[in-house]
């Protein structure tokens, strides 16, 4: 099993819908987890963090479910804009906490 | 505001010459990384640093080569560049280890190998 899996993509909504992807992580010693975003050729950046109680940002709302090892993304009333691929990131705390582990991403295309 | 600065941005190389990428941040994080993304694949990490003169393996360190002799730069050498090394590379910092800190990445360097 490999240490970070998400949906597969692509996934394509109209604008207006409401998009969901999950990602599992297989370390349940797992202690961070992130969503970053990555445009068409250019450098991931942080979207939001995701924290144990799930945590909201404008139109996007994380979730952590600990137990099945998993967080999920949820953006409501997609745009244009969100247009992009979405990595799920786990760390791990101790000695191995230097390293961000990267999930391969899920591609969101949002269509007029 | 600088941050996390990558050159260079694009390179050819042929197949056995060597070359090194250069990655400078001014954010005074201790932390860097090197990650490579291939296409239609997630970010494997290189080499990673925790401070000046600490550097250790990532994931895929063959064929690569890091310093980090200062706090701000964390060159990454390729030697005898290699068809399989043609990438996109990612140099990232963060301030923190764990917790929520943020990873802070350059635009990328292309490279190419023939």
């Known amino acids: 099993r490999k240490e970070v899996e998400q949906d597969p993509g692509p996934f394509n909504v109209p604008e207006g819908a409401t998009v969901a992807f999950n990602c599992t992580y297989s370390?349940?010693?797992?202690?961070?987890f992130f969503w970053y975003r990555q445009d068409c050729r250019k450098e991931p950046k942080l979207l939001m963090s995701?924290?144990?109680s799930g945590n909201e940002d404008g139109r996007f709302t994380a979730q952590l479910n600990r137990a099945s090892q998993y967080i999920s993304l949820l953006i409501r009333d997609s745009k244009l804009s969100d247009s992009a691929t979405y990595l799920c990131?786990?760390?791990?705390?101790?000695?191995?906490?230097?390293?961000?582990?990267f999930g391969k991403g899920t591609k969101l295309s949002v269509i007029p | 505001n600088a941050g996390v600065t990558q050159t260079p941005k694009f390179r050819i190389l042929k197949i056995g010459q060597s070359m090194t990428l250069q990655c400078a941040q001014d954010m005074n994080h201790n932390y860097m990384y090197w990650y490579r993304q291939d296409p239609g694949m997630g970010l494997k990490l290189i080499y990673y640093s925790v401070g000046a003169g600490i550097t250790d393996k990532g994931e895929v360190p063959n064929g690569y080569n890091v310093s980090r002799s200062t706090t701000e730069d964390f060159p990454l050498r390729l030697e005898l560049a290699a068809p399989s090394q043609t990438s996109v590379y990612f140099c990232a910092s963060r301030l923190t280890s764990g917790g929520t800190g943020e990873l802070f990445f350059g635009e990328g360097s292309r490279l190419t190998v023939l």
């Open positions: 995701v924290y144990s």
């Open positions: 370390n349940s010693a797992s202690q961070s």
């Open positions: 990131v786990v760390t791990i705390s101790g000695a191995g906490s230097y390293q961000l582990t």
